[in-house]
C-alpha cells in the first residue's frame, strides 16, 4: 500500500489514529505494521470496537479460561480483557509516545457509557481506568454530556489526560473547551505540572450528515436536495473556528504560559456511510495542522489509494460554513434538535454496545467453567 497520501496528511499536521483495537490486532502485528508503515500514532477504542472484538476473537480465549478459573466476576473479567488490551497497545505506541512528547502515542479507553448522566461515578471510573492501565500515553474517554463536563474537570484535576468524546455541536464543544480549561487550572492550584496533562475533543462528523440528510429528503424540495453531504463538513469547520478562537483567549495564555498544551480537535466518525459520498471525504475536507482524524482501517486504505490532498482545507471557512448552517436553518432543519437527537442516540449505542459485550463475556465464562 503507497503511504504518499499519508505522509502528505502528516505532513500537513494531520494526527492519524486508527477506530480500532483487538487482541488479534496486537498478536499479528497488524496494528505494529500500521505504526511502521501506514503513519498510524495513535488508537481509540470505544464499546462498540470491544464488543466486536470479544464477539468474534478467539484471542481472548486463554485469559477467559484464566479468568474464570480464579472466579472472576463478570465486571471484573471486562475491565481486565478491555484494559489488557489497551495496556498493550500503550506499550507499543510508547516510542511514538516519547519521540512526539506526548502529543501522539495515546490509546483511549472509555468509561462505561451507562454512567454518561452520573458525573460522580464517571469520574470514579475513569480514575480507577486510569490507574488500572497505568500507562503515561493513556486517555481516558468521558462523554460531553451535561453531567460529562464537570467530570472532565475533575479527571483532569487529578493530572489524567482525557479525551472527550460525543460532541456534536459548537455550542457544546464550547463547554468542552471551558471543562478542558477549568480542569487544568484546578490541576495547576493541585500543584500539577499541566504540561504533562494532554487531551483531545472528539467531534463527530458522519452521523452529522446522516441525520441531516434524512430531515432533508424529508423535506424533499431542490434546495434542501442541494444542500445534502453538507452539513457535516461545515459543522466540524465551525467547530475548528472555536477552538483557534478559544485558545487565543489571555485565559488560555496563562495556562499556556505554565507549559499547557491546547486540546487538540479530533475528527471522529469519519467512515462515510453513504454510498454516494466519496469515501475519504471527511479525511481530505477536513486537513489542518494540529488535528487529529481517527478512522477505520477500510478509510485508511482509501485515503492511502485515492485521496486528493491539497493542504489545509479548513482554515479560513467560517464564513462558508456559517451559509451552510444558515440556509438549513431556512429551510426548517432544526440543528439544535439535530445536535440533541445524535447526542441520545450515541449514548444509547454504546449502552447498547456494553451491553452486548456483557452477555459475550458472560456466555465466555460460563463455558470456560463448563470445559
Not at 462528523?205 to 453538507?230: N, P, Q, W, Y
Not at 485508511?300 to 482545507?313: K, M
Request: hydrophobic share 45%; glycine share 6%; aromatic share 6%.
Amino acid at each position: 500500500m503507497t503511504t504518499d497520501r499519508l505522509a502528505q496528511l502528516s505532513a500537513a499536521g494531520v494526527s492519524l489514529w486508527l477506530d480500532d483495537l483487538s487482541r488479534e490486532r496486537l498478536a499479528s502485528g497488524n496494528l505494529a505494521e500500521l505504526i511502521a508503515d501506514s503513519h498510524i500514532t495513535g488508537v481509540t477504542t470505544n464499546p462498540t470496537i470491544f464488543a466486536g472484538a470479544l464477539s468474534n476473537g478467539a484471542a481472548y480465549n486463554e485469559q477467559i479460561r484464566e479468568l474464570a478459573a480464579r472466579g472472576a466476576d463478570l465486571q471484573q473479567a471486562v475491565r481486565e480483557l478491555t484494559t489488557t488490551d489497551v495496556r498493550d497497545a500503550c506499550d507499543l505506541f510508547r516510542e511514538t509516545y516519547e519521540a512526539t512528547g506526548g502529543v501522539d502515542g495515546r490509546v483511549s479507553i472509555e468509561v462505561d457509557p451507562r454512567l454518561a448522566r452520573d458525573t460522580d461515578a464517571t469520574v470514579a471510573e475513569a480514575l480507577d481506568l486510569a490507574k488500572t492501565v497505568d500507562r503515561p500515553n493513556l486517555l481516558v474517554k468521558i462523554p460531553a454530556t451535561v453531567e460529562g463536563l464537570p467530570a472532565i474537570s475533575r479527571v483532569l484535576a487529578e493530572g489524567v489526560s482525557v479525551n472527550v468524546t460525543l460532541i456534536f455541536s459548537p455550542e457544546r464543544y464550547r463547554e468542552v473547551i471551558d471543562a478542558y480549561l477549568t480542569g487544568l487550572e484546578q490541576a495547576r492550584a493541585n500543584g500539577l505540572d499541566v504540561s504533562a496533562i494532554h487531551s483531545v475533543a472528539s467531534f463527530f462528523v458522519s452521523r452529522v450528515d446522516t441525520e441531516v440528510d434524512k430531515r432533508l429528503d424529508a423535506i424533499g424540495t431542490d434546495e434542501a436536495a442541494a444542500l445534502r453531504g453538507e452539513a457535516a463538513i461545515a459543522n466540524a469547520r465551525l467547530a475548528y473556528a472555536l477552538y483557534t478562537e478559544e485558545f487565543a483567549t489571555p485565559r488560555w495564555r496563562a495556562l499556556a504560559e505554565q507549559g499547557a498544551h491546547p486540546q487538540r480537535p479530533l475528527w471522529a466518525s469519519t467512515g462515510v456511510k453513504d454510498p454516494a459520498y466519496s469515501d475519504t471525504r471527511y479525511v481530505d475536507q477536513l486537513v489542518v495542522a494540529g488535528t487529529v482524524n481517527t478512522v477505520p482501517e477500510a478509510t485508511l486504505h482509501a485515503v492511502a489509494d485515492h485521496a486528493t490532498i491539497i493542504g489545509d482545507t479548513v482554515t479560513d471557512t467560517q464564513a462558508v460554513a456559517t451559509n451552510i448552517f444558515d440556509r438549513l436553518t431556512r429551510i426548517g432543519v432544526d440543528l439544535d434538535d439535530v445536535f440533541h437527537v445524535l447526542e441520545e442516540e450515541g449514548v444509547a449505542k454504546f449502552e447498547k454496545s456494553w451491553v452486548e459485550l456483557l452477555e459475550t463475556v458472560n456466555s465466555q465464562l460460563v463455558a470456560a467453567h463448563e470445559d
